[in-house]
Antibody, heavy 120, light 110 residues
Framework: QLQLQESGPGLVKPSETLSLTCTVSGGSISSSSFYWGWIRQPPGKGLEWIGS???????YYNPSLKSRVTISVDTSKNQFSLKLSSVTAADTAVYYC????????????WGQGTLVTVSS | QSVLTQPPSVSGAPGQRVTISCTGS?????????VHWYQQLPGTAPKLLIYGNSNRPSGVPDRFSGSKSGTSASLAITGLQAEDEADYSCQSYDSSLSWVFGGGTKLTVL
């Protein structure tokens, strides 16, 4: 069974860079059938798509975050990562990694999520 | 403010039928892009409930159904059960080159 697990600091200072990694187990990140994405949810608010990556390294970013986001993939470790620069309190959220089916384009599998708080 | 608009809350008694709407525009749902629905139980990650407007993944009860018309989509839940109390969110694609979600709807089972 596919599992995704987010890891990274739970507290980031304003203006610094948020860095998270998603480790995929029970399946290969190199499958041509899926994208791998990051989605976040600020406390008490709705979900927001951050961006997605294909195993080949092709990336797709939310235009509203594009200038601050970098997503990368490491197929040898079956991991993909998120970097969000120049963070502010507005970036405080639960960050989820998820697998997106390239056919249906829905997020079929999700990590448990990790809360990242931006505060000094 | 979310690109897709959902009611903040809906409620219903056990056994009843409830619907949750998801209203978009000509640049997303109205452009023909599929709508997906997710269920999020308190304190947990979203779970795929409906994909491709009206398809249920394996294991999702047939009490849950989805539909799409014009610039809107709907999720219907029949035979409401206490375990259905959760947040429900819709998702589609927008021609601004972004995947978009609704703001989420909290379902309360009375």
């Amino acid at each position: 069974q596919l599992q995704l697990q987010e890891s990274g600091p739970g507290l980031v200072k304003p203006s610094e860079t948020l860095s998270l990694t998603c480790t995929v187990s029970g399946g290969s990140i190199s499958s041509s059938s899926f994208y791998w994405g990051w989605i976040r949810q600020p406390p008490g608010k709705g979900l927001e798509w951050i961006g997605s990556i294909y195993y080949s390294g092709s990336t797709y970013y939310n235009p509203s975050l594009k200038s601050r986001v970098t997503i990368s993939v490491d197929t040898s470790k079956n991991q993909f990562s998120l970097k969000l620069s120049s963070v502010t309190a507005a970036d405080t959220a639960v960050y989820y990694c998820a697998r997106q089916d390239t056919g249906a384009n829905c997020y079929s599998d999700w990590g448990q999520g990790t809360l990242v708080t931006v505060s000094s | 403010q979310s690109v897709l608009t959902q009611p903040p809350s809906v409620s219903g008694a056990p056994g009843q039928r409830v619907t949750i709407s998801c209203t978009g525009s000509s640049s997303n749902i109205g452009a023909g892009y599929d709508v997906h629905w997710y269920q999020q139980l308190p304190g947990t990650a979203p779970k795929l409930l409906i994909y491709g407007n009206s398809n249920r993944p394996s294991g999702v009860p047939d009490r849950f159904s989805g539909s799409k018309s014009g610039t809107s989509a709907s999720l219907a839940i029949t035979g409401l059960q206490a375990e259905d109390e959760a947040d429900y969110s819709c998702q589609s694609y927008d021609s601004s080159l972004s995947w978009v979600f609704g703001g989420g709807t909290k379902l309360t089972v009375l």
